[in-house]
């Protein structure tokens, strides 16, 4: 329910929804109130004309009976069971009623007199009835009461016709009022979703800024977003250019002491020669590591990172035949998959450089790589057909300046910087026995595309 709240278009389209419907549900009702007003003042006006008209149509004959000149003029007071209905009362108990009472008596209250009215429920043939009672005179006899009276029901049959129709006819409105406002804040909103695809853009890689042809309510916040992602990347191309110094300055006084080595060594100083060397040497690999790292590590969280697979391998493996094809390793790629990865090109150049030359290094005459997609992730699988490894030493050759054996070439950084590399992107790397006799890497790293 939380998440529901955090969303600008829930809120909007809910706040709308409830004022829409608490209106019109208002208006419903004050419509409702305000015709059954009317109707019932209608029934009772036609109550009245009728009551009139009844007044000078009653006669009295010479023996005291009741009786009509002729008939009223609405024929809804004939058949039976109509819903309307008359009687009159003398006071000598003589009455005459409609023909619509079929004989039937029809409750008149008493407590009226001097030509009084009011209006009265009682309980009618068929069912309640709305009853307006008056006393009146009649030539040649005295007060006479009356009632007439329509039934509730008949009073309810329109309300309720009217109360439907009302219902339909809101709730149309309503669908129509909550359609127009959820077009209304897809539309006002839609700004904000063109900002997150660009935004997500420049996450990829295939923008570097936001586009300033936006809405002036959040043109500002792209130019605050812009300038923000123009100082990040300027702090990051500082930090690698400072990287890169750092290496060259320190690598300047190493180059310096090796050749200062090779003198002594030349001079007949062996032992000097080699301490001076194996320490620069161990220098040299920490200062590679800790660049490597370094200058990933700034890489990781900026925006825009990204590299396309196919096109970070190509080159890569196009380097790796011309070194090794020497000794008759041949390199063959697969891509059952393709994309860019969250991983800056140049770092996944050289994670795959890496692992490439140990495999190539190691292998019997045969590297397979394969690209593949598994999930979120997308895995690059480089195995050889190589001695491999056994189990246990899966860890140790992350190490840094770990070499299982000292007869090949390197310093023992490959695949330690491979390592820490492909954490700081939040990736991973794996080892374990390659179909081909020899070991297999795995790779993993979360797609952008």
Not at 4 to 28: C, E, H, K
Not at 146 to 169: C, H, K, P, Y
Not at 214 to 235: H, T
């Amino acid at each position: 329910m939380r998440r529901i709240w955090t969303s600008f278009r829930t809120r909007l389209i809910l706040g709308a929804v409830v004022w829409i419907i608490a209106g019109l549900a208002l208006s419903g009702f004050v419509l409702s109130e305000l015709f059954k007003a009317h109707v019932t003042q209608q029934f009772d006006d036609e109550l009245h004309g009728h009551a009139a008209e009844l007044a000078v149509l009653v006669g009295v004959s010479p023996n005291g009976e009741l009786f009509l000149h002729r008939r009223l003029s609405d024929p809804r007071f004939l058949p039976k069971d109509s819903g309307f209905y008359w009687r009159v009362e003398a006071e000598n108990g003589a009455s005459i009623g409609s023909p619509s009472l079929a004989g039937r008596p029809l409750p008149l209250p008493a407590g009226i007199s001097g030509g009084g009215e009011r209006h009265v429920y009682v309980n009618g043939p068929s069912g309640p009835l709305r009853l307006v009672q008056r006393t009146f005179a009649a030539p040649g006899a005295g007060p006479l009461r009356m009632g007439i009276g329509v039934d509730q029901r008949l009073l309810d049959e329109v309300l309720a016709r009217f109360n439907w129709t009302l219902f339909l006819s809101l709730a149309i409105i309503a669908c129509g009022l909550i359609s127009a406002a959820i077009l209304q804040v897809w539309f006002g909103l839609r700004p904000l979703s063109g900002m997150r695809h660009a935004l997500s853009e420049v996450r990829m890689g295939r923008a570097s800024r936001l586009p300033e042809d936006l809405p002036s309510e959040v043109r500002p916040l792209a130019a605050d977003l812009n300038a923000l992602l123009e100082g990040n990347l300027e702090m990051l191309r500082r930090a690698r250019t400072q990287a890169g110094n750092l290496a060259h300055a320190l690598k300047t006084p190493l180059a310096i002491l090796l050749d200062e080595a090779q003198r002594l060594r030349a001079a007949g100083h062996e032992e000097a020669a080699e301490v001076i060397t194996l320490q620069c040497d161990r220098m040299r690999r920490q200062i590679d590591y800790q660049i490597a790292r370094a200058r990933a590590a700034a890489l990781t969280r900026a925006p825009g990172v990204a590299a396309d697979v196919k096109a970070t391998l190509e080159p890569v493996v196009k380097a790796m035949r011309r070194l090794h094809g020497r000794r008759g390793v041949t390199f063959s790629v697969a891509y059952e998959a393709d994309g860019a990865v969250a991983v800056d090109a140049q770092d996944l150049g050289e994670i795959a450089g890496n692992v490439l030359d140990n495999a190539g290094k190691w292998a019997d005459g045969r590297v397979e790589i394969l690209v593949r997609r598994k999930g979120e992730l997308i895995e690059i699988v480089v195995d050889d057909d190589g001695p491999g490894l056994p189990p246990e030493s899966y860890e140790h050759v992350f190490g840094v300046g770990e070499r299982l054996d000292e007869r090949m070439p390197g310093h023992g950084l490959g695949l330690s910087i491979v390592k820490d590399l492909v954490g700081l992107y939040e990736g991973q790397v794996a080892l374990d026995a390659a179909p081909l006799g020899g070991l297999r890497l795995t790779l993993a790293f979360r797609t952008i595309s």
